[in-house]
């Protein structure tokens, strides 16, 4: 599927470059594990949720430690590789693409218990499961995600997702899949094409900008982009937070005439009718579509919004994120508690990219706990968006806490380039490295 999008043969010889510059880059950067350094203990480990932040902590944790008792919480059995949705929604690959198990990453000696945590009790440090099961801890760490808020959107039905122009790829591998077949059916007959993101904080924040791209792309292919209007509606003023990148997609939006509204944030949709209703300063306004991809609000999940390990005021105490220092991912309250990946109140991350890097530093911090010593790991804040521009190209987008362009392969990948090696990064290189993180390698 690759080659005949991308519309660039993939030769060995630059097959092999990009792979070991891919991988390289992701792991020479990273934090250092202590592969060598082995702590005797019989702690009791406590991970709540099993997606790419907990497995890969769990990975960690396992290798780094002797004795201890890992428990991983999680009822989910499958696993997500969630940027590879954006793909399926694309057509670039399928829906099989993004699905594997939970099981076959829970690294040897870690116990599985596939429930979901009903309630933390940080003070009597324990979790309670939903069947009521009590699991004390030493440590905790916080990986639980964060819950797609569907229902904050007055007459959305995922079920729906695939039917009428009604688009979702956040949802699940299926909705994704059902989502590209609605834009297929959009990019075969134009009409109005709409495109938002929430004003909560998101996972994946480049996802609905790809997505625009991706549809403006196949509408082209197809001779058809005369035939519809695509409509971008950003939250607040600008279209990515860094910005120098929120100035280069203003640019390229331009050039390929979608039309941007700031400050326009979905409020309710009726997909019988194809009419989404926005927020904006000049009152409510009904936006009438023939294709919407919708995102909808993102919160913690309910039982870490209803804990006291949340932020307690401020913006993100509404949405319920965990209260963590943003250096090493420590709870402010309950030194024994992490939090990491898309679950942590950081100023930024949110992403897999994030993880690789939040979770060695919090894993060194609570390794070095146990050893009586101090870990001086930092976390900058890195996250990464390999930002889609059209099929067969992206520009990989790289930065810290303070907005600083971080390249992992300076001099070789422009960040806000449209190249095609990054698109081959974000298609081929960048799941084989996820895994390697899930299994603590990467
Ligand atoms: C469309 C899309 C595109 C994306 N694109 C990119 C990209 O290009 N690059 C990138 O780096 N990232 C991307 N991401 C973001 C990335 O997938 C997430 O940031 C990453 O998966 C976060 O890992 P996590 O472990 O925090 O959450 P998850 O991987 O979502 O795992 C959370 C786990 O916690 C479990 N859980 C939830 N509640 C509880 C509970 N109460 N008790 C126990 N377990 C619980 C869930 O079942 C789940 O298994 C994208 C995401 C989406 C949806």
Redesign the pocket.
Known sequence: MLESIGGRPLDRRTFLMLGAAGAGALMLRAPPAGAAERVRTSARIVI???????LATASRLAERLDGAKITL????KE??Y??G??LVGAGVKPASYVVST?AEYVPGGVELIE????EFDPEGKRVVTESGRAVAYDYLVV?????LDYEAIPGMDVARIGRNGLGS??HSPAA?SATWGALQEFADKGGVGVFCRPATEM??A??PLKYTFITDDHLRRRGNRGKAELIYNANNKVLFSVPIVHEKVRMLFRDRGIKTHYDRVLQAIDPGRRIATFRSPEGTVEQPYDFINVIPPMRA?D??RNSALRWQEGPWAAEGWMDVEKGNLRHKRFPEVFG????AGVPKG??????KWQVPVAVDHLVADIAGRKSDAVYNGY????LITRLGRAMLVEFDYENNLVPSFPGVVAPLEELWVSWVM?TMA?KPTYVSMLRGRA
């Open positions: 709540a949720g099993a997606g790419a932040a907990g919480i999680d009822a989910r696993h997500y969630q940027p949705f954006t939970t429930e979901r945590v009903a990986a639980t995600g964060l819950k790829i956040y994704a996972k994946c480049g996802a999940p039982a870490v990491v990946g898309d679950i949110k992403t897999a990219a994030s993880v996250t990464s968006c390999p974000k960048l």
